[in-house]
């Protein structure tokens, strides 16, 4: 049998005689589905690659310290249960609070040390204080779950107001296309993002094999939500106009699969090339499409069918930038129509 030389790579013939395959990393077991190689198995081997291991010294592991706490709520079915890429976000927030905390005993965190971790990163990033308080909230529940508090001393932390991304005005997209024609990678990268709605992490992973009978079909990385979404006119015209290289719809300039981040900063250095303003940042095309589909009279339901959002509360927060004339003549023409005789 061949061996896998790759890191991290371990393999086991199961009951069934079949060869599995998994990687072994942060202390997590990651499947490997599909042939070493194989998109399948690169694009979970790569997921792998990405976990952190979060280092705890022995001083800071001993029972009842935060420490412990963490290691043993990464071996429990509550953080087995979240997605892969929720695991790294929970792994992110808790590498900077184990540095600084660790040692802290659990039992003994009152309210004022802990509204002190958070607002300790929230003098400098707001959103990542807000992100570290939940992640908190959820570590700290699951302490009271076994036993080793009665309350929650993160509940009455307050999370920060920050703002929302930018939604792209139809003025900014007219002079994004100006820039960047078809046959760009930069407007390729724009056309995925705004004509199907979907958010960086889900346009990295899209590959020419998901498009069949004229539909793109993914699986969200954060929500697990699939969908089947039909190829806009623009969207199709930006796709054959290419560059075509490689599995991925969108890639480096080689067709090799990119990162979230090369692919934010090929759209925000296009936008800057461009002379857009700062704040028409990637995300900002997402809120784009979904206003679009707002102001063309799309119901509730079908914008939550192309951007996947499985709450009311998400999908008014994105439409919020809809135009809101546009949308008062839409309700008093459907009136008119209704008071006809």
């Not at 802290?104 to 992100?131: F, H, S, Y």
């Not at 490689?246 to 692919?263: E, F, H, K, Q, S």
Request: aromatic share 6%; with cysteine; proline share 5%.
């Amino acid at each position: 049998m061949t061996r896998l030389r790759l890191q991290y790579v371990h393999e086991y013939i199961d009951r069934h005689g079949r060869i599995r395959r998994y990687a072994r990393k942060g202390g997590k077991h990651i499947p490997l589905p599909g042939m070493p190689g194989s998109p399948k198995f690169m694009e979970a081997y790569q997921a792998a690659l990405a976990i952190k291991s979060i280092p705890i010294t022995s001083t800071r592991n001993r029972e009842g310290a935060l420490a412990a706490l963490v290691e043993r709520f990464l071996r429990s079915a509550d953080f087995a249960n979240l997605k892969v890429g929720s695991q790294k976000t929970y792994r992110k927030a808790l590498e900077p609070v184990l540095t600084a905390h660790g040692h802290r005993l659990v039992g003994d965190l009152e309210t004022d040390k802990a509204r002190k971790i958070v607002e300790d990163i929230g003098v400098r990033a707001p959103a990542m204080a807000n992100l570290t308080r939940s992640v908190l909230m959820k570590l700290f529940n699951y302490a009271i779950d076994i036993g080793l508090r009665r309350d929650n001393p993160f509940a009455r932390v307050p999370r920060y107001k920050v703002g929302s991304h930018h939604t792209w005005t139809e003025d900014e997209l007219l002079i994004y296309e100006a820039r960047w024609p078809l046959g760009s990678r930069e407007r390729l990268a724009y056309a995925l993002l705004l004509y199907t709605t979907q958010r960086v992490g889900d346009a990295v992973r899209m590959r020419r094999s998901d498009v069949v009978n004229g539909a793109l079909t993914i699986k969200q990385d954060k929500t697990g939500t699939e969908l089947g979404i039909p190829l806009h006119p623009e969207l199709l015209d930006a796709i054959k106009a290419g560059p075509s290289l490689g599995l991925y719809l969108i890639g480096d300039r080689t067709g090799r699969p990119i990162t979230v981040a090369r692919l934010s900063a090929l759209v925000l250095a296009a936008a800057k090339a461009a002379g857009l303003p700062r704040e028409c940042v990637p995300h900002g095309l997402r809120k784009a499409g979904i206003r679009r589909l707002a102001e063309h009279g799309c119901t509730t339901k079908q914008i939550a069918a192309m951007s996947g959002h499985r709450s009311l509360r998400e999908i008014e927060r994105y439409t919020a930038a809809a135009d809101q004339k546009k949308l008062a003549r839409q309700a008093v023409r459907k009136l008119g129509q209704k008071n006809k005789p």
